[in-house]
């Protein structure tokens, strides 16, 4: 199968109380890129300005990254500042500078449209349905979300929601969007509108798959020190997906290995800034990881 992975590349400015990192490199798209190139050989769909490190595009390619679908336009990347406290599930932005990622209007390239798997990572729903329509025949299509969209663009993401397959979204958003105090009633009411796969990111406490026939949680890896929270949701839904495109199989017991597969790139992105935790990883160290899982929660 193929998958493709439409998002934002960005320079990130994360404070946090130990330190502060500028412009470090971040962004929806090469938190799951990285993610699921440890599975399988993602295309990525983007916009980056003149200033964005070409060897950071080189390291996508030493990936297996295919970044055909990557724009580079004169002016400034996308940057993002944000501050986290001493409890990392709790972050203010600082400051949005969309950049060249304001026009952001991409054409899919042939081969992309007829991609078995699509992620549309946390952007404008409106890109995001542009995205849907161009795409032919998937298998397979899953949306993020943020509640910065649901505030403001709630139509709109409401008319993409009941055209995919599978909706990433944290707890905050999935009650906030279905307007119910409950979680698991939250993500039922979610399914109705559209999506046959609910995933349910809870941070530091996991993730929930839920289904209309079957509902599975997985643990967060418990990790003793937490560096920066910043694109954990993004690399978990890259593994996510990255280990269903490598197995082609839609399985309950896929999906299960799935979660605990995304789970496990988010543990090691939070224990290094920006994308670093993802950028040298060997596949011994992330089936030893995995492994770790099922013993925390065989019994």
Not at 187 to 208: D, Y
Request: aromatic share 10%; hydrophobic share 40%; net charge negative.
């Amino acid at each position: 199968m193929s998958l493709v992975i439409v998002g934002s590349l960005a320079f990130d400015t994360i404070e946090t109380p130990e330190t502060r990192k500028e412009k470090i490199i971040g962004g929806s798209c090469a938190y799951s890129a990285l993610a699921a190139s440890y599975f399988t050989d993602p295309k990525i769909v983007a916009v980056v300005g003149s200033d964005f490190p070409s060897d950071v595009i080189d390291l996508f390619q030493s990936r297996g990254v295919d970044t055909r679908g990557l724009t580079i336009e004169k002016g400034k990347t996308f940057h993002w500042e944000g501050r986290y406290g001493h409890d990392p599930n709790q972050r203010t932005t600082i400051k949005t500078e969309l950049n060249v990622f304001q026009d952001f209007k991409p054409e899919l390239l042939p081969d992309y449209r007829r991609a078995d798997i699509v992620f549309l990572g946390n952007i404008d729903p409106d890109i995001q349905e542009d995205i849907r329509l161009q795409l032919v025949c998937p298998k397979l299509v899953a949306m993020d979300t943020i509640n910065l969209w649901i505030n403001i663009k709630r139509d709109a993401l409401l008319k993409v929601l009941k055209d995919v397959d599978m909706f990433f979204a944290n707890d905050e958003e999935v009650k906030m969007l279905a307007g119910e105090n409950n979680l698991i009633t939250a993500g039922r009411k979610l399914l109705e509108l559209g999506p046959s796969h609910m995933i349910i990111k809870k941070g530091e406490h996991g993730a929930l798959l839920l289904r209309e026939d079957f509902i599975f949680g997985t643990l967060a890896f418990p990790c003793e020190n937490v560096v920066d929270p910043t694109g954990a949701g993004d690399s978990f839904g890259g593994g996510f997906l990255g280990y269903l495109d490598k197995v082609q199989s839609f399985e309950k017991k896929h999906l299960r290995r799935a979660a605990v597969y995304g789970s496990v790139m988010a543990s090691f992105t939070i224990e290094k800034f920006g994308i670093e935790g993802l950028k040298a990883l060997t596949l011994e160290q992330i089936e030893q990881r995995y492994s770790e899982f099922n013993k925390l929660v065989s019994f």
